[in-house]
């Protein structure tokens, strides 16, 4: 369900993102026939589809996602985003070619934030000398939840269902140590007794 939004979100992003470069093009080449393209009436619907789907994708996400992964970048984000709405209305509207320039600057400048913030670190390596309580705690602090969600089921990155896994304890540990395709190593990171924990909450998923 959320990685279905996702997909729809970014490509929602994408397709905005082309669509003011575009116009930017035509306004800062005063190419007549290309704003006269952009005027039109399937374009503005279009448009205005895209923008709509972008928003709520986007408000969705940001309420489904746990609160300790809305990191500031997240924000800084976001404020981007905003800002650049008013900026491009009146930049587009006025063909003021300077607010025009910095709206598409502000959506492209968001959209290499939200890049950097999926390629931050999984976990911190110093991690392992933390003192567990929990396999919850862990789970939590190694991000886990980055993929798998809070509940397990979240599949981003290709992540399997964790509620529907078959893997013995075993598995599940060789898994958690080695990674295995998108999903990092962790044996450098967390403690024998952390992944000890983490096995038996992962379990836990299945119900
Ligand atoms: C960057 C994304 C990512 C993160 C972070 C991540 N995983 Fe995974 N996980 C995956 C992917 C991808 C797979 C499926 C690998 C495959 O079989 O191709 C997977 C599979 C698994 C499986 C095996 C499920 C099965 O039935 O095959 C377990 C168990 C698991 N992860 C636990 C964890 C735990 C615990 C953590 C945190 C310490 C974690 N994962 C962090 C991406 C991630």
């Not at 964790?162 to 060789?174: F, G, P, Q, W």
Request: glycine residues 6%.
């Amino acid at each position: 369900m959320q990685t279905g939004f996702l997909h729809l979100h970014k490509a929602a992003v994408i397709l905005f993102m082309l669509l003011y470069i575009l116009k930017w093009v035509a306004l800062i080449l005063n190419n007549d026939n290309m704003q006269a393209f952009f005027a039109k009436k399937a374009l503005r619907i279009g448009e205005m589809v895209i923008s709509t789907l972008f928003l709520f994708t986007g408000i969705y996400l940001l309420f489904s996602l746990p609160a300790e992964q809305r990191s500031i970048l997240l924000w800084i984000k976001i404020g981007l985003v905003l800002l650049s709405i008013p900026v491009a209305v009146v930049g587009f509207k006025r063909k003021h070619k300077l607010l025009a320039t910095l709206s598409v600057l502000l959506i492209v400048l968001s959209y290499g934030l939200a890049e950097m913030h999926k390629k931050r670190p999984a976990v911190q390596q110093e991690l392992k000398t933390t003192v567990s309580v929990s396999g919850e705690e862990v789970y939590k602090l190694a991000n886990c939840a980055i993929c798998h969600g809070q509940d397990g089921k979240l599949m981003l990155n290709g992540a399997k269902d964790l509620s529907k896994s078959e893997l013995t304890k075993a598995e599940i540990e060789h898994q958690i140590l080695n990674g295995k395709n998108a999903m990092p190593a962790y044996k450098n990171s967390l403690s024998p007794e952390q992944v000890k924990l983490l096995v038996d909450y992962v379990e836990t998923f299945r119900k």
